[in-house]
């Protein structure tokens, strides 16, 4: 689901930034994002690195606010923190964070480079590593829903059913997802933050880990279930409209034979679905084909559902699929 994690990579940053006037001594460790994670150059206040003190190096994390601030407990472990976070290749980052996390193994701070070398992943598209490093991540922090949603997103979506390890997939998918619903507000974001801001966060993953489940419950053809979490993950998106997660309602919908539903949800992916794009291909084709089977080939929209979108620059030259359309990945 790659708008969704563009949206809240975007969103996270914003919410880096507004930290960024505060004295880094004083700043909480943002480990769901750093500035860096889009090539900007790293620097005190952009890394929102950990405090140290000289007089008492080994004070645990505390409160401020309700946000947790992390802390390292040494400046030897604050500068090595530094050193990691300044990589700008996701691959070089990954060997940082494996570096310090070798090290410091008891660091509060290794899951945030874990979690900066899986959003760099993420960037190239690169979704093994993004499993891969979100996994330490999680590991070394269970209750940060950024990796948790992120690994679950990626799991489902490369899944296959001719994986060997489908079914393992698919369990730790939806394991991810609802620990992210569990643990949504255990994000860690700047004491400052605003609170639109952190609620657009928590929107975006919410809506991720809803999308996740449904498509773990699409893929078992439990359509019911995979309903319900689509129809979660249309209500937490409502700010920012996903076409995909309309499109598999749709398909959802139209397994279980309700057709004006599964209509109204294709139109809505049609319409929220940029121009030309694969999404809105498929949305229009299973337009076209729910219209015909509700109206025996006379195309009706059902009342209140979104107006269509203009037709594609290059009309189709196929006739509309007789079946339910895959939904892109």
Known sequence: ????????????????????????????????????????????????????????????????????????????????????????DPAQMEAAANAF?????????????????????????????????????????????????????????????TDMDRNQRLAEAAKDAQGAIDNINELLVPPNAPADRVAAVKASILTMAYD?????????KDYAAAEQELLKAVDTSKAQPEAVVFLRLSVAQDQLKQYPQALESATKAAQYAPQGSAAQNLAK????????????GTPAVPSGTAPPTPAPATPATQAPAQTPPNTPH
Do not use: C, W
Not at 13 to 25: G, K, N, V, W
Not at 62 to 70: I, P, R, Y
Not at 212 to 220: A, D, E, P, T
């Open 212 to 220: 996740s489940l449904g498509m773990v419950n699409l893929n078992k």
């Open 1 to 88: 689901m790659r708008s969704s994690f563009a949206i809240l990579v975007t969103l996270l940053l914003a919410l880096t930034a507004t930290a960024q006037m505060t004295p880094a001594q004083k700043q909480a460790a943002n480990p769901n994002a750093q500035p860096q994670t889009l090539g900007g150059a790293p620097n005190q206040s952009q890394s929102g690195a950990p405090s140290a003190s000289s007089n008492n190096p080994q004070a645990p994390s505390s409160k401020a606010g309700g946000h947790k601030l992390l802390q390292a407990k040494s400046q030897d472990e604050m500068k090595a923190y530094q050193d990691a976070v300044s990589k700008t």
């Open 101 to 161: 996390a070798a090290k410091y193994p008891n660091s509060e701070l290794k899951a945030a480079l874990y979690v900066r070398a899986m959003n760099m992943y993420g960037q190239a598209n690169n979704s093994e590593k993004v499993i891969e490093t979100g996994r330490k991540a999680i590991a070394a922090d269970p209750t940060n829903p950024v990796p948790l949603v992120q690994v679950g997103s990626a799991l489902v979506e490369g899944t296959r059913d």
């Open 285 to 296: 084709q299973q337009q076209a084909r729910l219209q015909k089977l509700i109206a025996g």
